[in-house]
């Protein structure tokens, strides 16, 4: 786990501050079929380097980031509001 | 109709305020707290809360988030001064009175980031935490909101229901200044 999370409302903040969400996935439509809704809600990449997730503020703004992580070094890469910055995903 | 009245006490009455050589704790006047809720996409509103809103005090206006504000004050607020706030927002944000739901703590003293910096992770050097700025953190277990209102000191805003703990882990942090 990331032990700093450099948040863009609030800084550098322990990630006992912070909720794990997930992998970042693209959401299928709303009439994919069973499968592909069967793939985005149980089946999850186990990925060695990086990976998108979604992490809440839970303790501070309260805003959801999308974060690049590292699963290796723990390094976090990017980190910002899914929000604002659109993201075209939506949270699952 | 209940047989039994429903008394507001104060939610820090019976807490003792420690004999301090660093740190000194206030219970702060219960008096108003409005949380304002924009939209985090919005603009900034603090310039036009503070001119309305912010009375007196200094630092009254404070930022809690893409979009969130509160205003504080020492004094009780009446049902047309909050309705007064909250008209005044509209169409940009929303106003929910918390004066009944959160507690305000003031700690002040030569020690006050060192007591504080056991509890939570935020940087409170004076350059990267200047006078006025605020922030919504964890210290220990408990979220809160600070704010640095003066060089040395701190207020800490916390929902009602954790003042007495907060207070109680405050006054354990500040045994060694004591």
Known sequence: MASIISCPHCGARPREEFTIQGAVLPRPASDAGTKAWMDYVYLRDNPRGCHREYWHHTSGCRRWLVITRDTVSHEVETCHDAALAKETEARP | ?178
């Open chain 2, 1 to 178: 109709m209940s047989e039994f009245r429903i008394a507001l006490r104060p939610a820090l009455g019976s807490a003792v305020k420690p004999a301090p050589r660093g740190v000194a704790m206030t219970a702060m006047p219960e008096g108003h707290v409005v949380q304002v809720l924009g939209s985090p996409q919005g603009p900034d509103l603090s310039k036009m809360l503070l001119g309305k809103n912010a009375g007196a005090s200094p630092h009254a206006v404070r930022s809690a988030g893409p979009g969130q504000w509160f205003i504080v004050g020492d004094t009780p607020l009446s049902h047309s001064e909050f309705t007064t706030i909250a008209t005044g927002l509209k169409p940009h944000a929303a106003a929910v009175d918390q004066s009944h739901g959160r507690v305000r703590i003031r700690l002040e003293g030569a020690m006050v980031e060192r007591t504080l910096a056991k509890g939570t992770a935020v940087d409170l050097d004076l350059r990267m935490f200047p006078v006025g700025n605020s922030t919504t953190t964890l210290l220990g277990h408990i979220s809160v909101h600070l704010t640095r209102v003066d060089v040395a000191a701190f207020e800490i805003m916390v929902l009602r229901g954790f003042a007495e703990s907060l207070w109680e882990n405050l006054v354990r942090m500040n045994v060694e200044f004591a």
